[in-house]
């Protein structure tokens, strides 16, 4: 932060202004003043243009947020519960499919490395592979697509 967040304000010195309201000795002060007894400055402190250059920065950062949050299009959607429905449809269905993708891939995964074991004839978990994987086998024969 440092830096970013300092406010450089001119502020009048002690010296004699003429009739035309001019300042002889200005001075620039900076807030917050450091130190380490500096408190923050109130907004009452602060003249006019730095108040409304505080408030724009706090505005402008707020909006920021907000759009990085997406709040507007997420109350579009809200106001569109048709809309909504149908999002919400088709991420199911995309979702449905993955989960069928990846169980598929996972279940061959495993088929292939309990044939691979099969293959190696250990034996207590070789019969007990070799009888899954004819199962498996048997049940794919019978549906011909």
């Known amino acids: 932060m440092g ?13 004699s202004g003429n009739s035309q309201g001019e300042v ?14 500096a408190a923050p400055p109130r907004p009452e402190d602060l003249p006019p243009e730095e108040r409304l250059n505080v408030v724009y920065r706090v505005t402008n950062g707020l909006a920021q947020q ?6 507007a299009e997420y109350t579009e959607l809200l106001r569109s519960p048709w809309r909504l429905i149908w999002l919400n449809v088709l991420t199911g269905t995309a979702r449905g499919v993955g989960v069928a993708l990846g169980f598929t891939f996972f279940a ?3 088929i292939y490395v ?16 070799a009888d899954i994987v004819r199962i498996v086998q048997h049940q794919l024969e019978l549906k011909n697509f």
Do not use: H, W
Request: net charge positive.
């Open 3 to 15: 830096d970013q967040n300092r406010i450089s304000v001119k502020t009048s010195g002690k010296g």
């Open 24 to 37: 002889q000795n200005s001075e620039k002060q900076s807030f917050p003043p450091s130190g380490p007894s």
């Open 66 to 71: 907000m759009e990085k949050a997406r709040i």
């Open 108 to 110: 061959a995964t495993i």
């Open 114 to 129: 309990l044939q691979g074991l099969g293959a190696l004839n250990l034996p207590i978990i070789g019969d007990y592979i």
